[in-house]
């Protein structure tokens, strides 16, 4: 996966957790779990970035259970 596909990926990850943060869409609707799944496996090192933010995401923001 080259850097500029990597950098969309991100934006991507991060844009769907601002709609699930703002309630536009469920956490299981948005497919962010699918995406963060394919960064762990393009870039180990953004993965563990992201981890923290999306692992608080999820215990906030998961009304939708």
Do not use: C, W
């Amino acid at each position: 996966m080259t850097e500029r596909e990597l950098i969309k990926l991100e934006a991507t990850i991060r844009n769907k957790m601002e709609e699930i943060k703002a309630q536009r869409v469920s956490l299981k609707d948005s497919g962010v779990g699918a995406l963060m799944n394919t960064l762990k496996r393009a870039d180990e090192a953004l993965y563990e970035k992201i981890l923290p933010e999306y692992k608080k995401m999820v215990a906030d923001y998961n009304i939708f259970k």
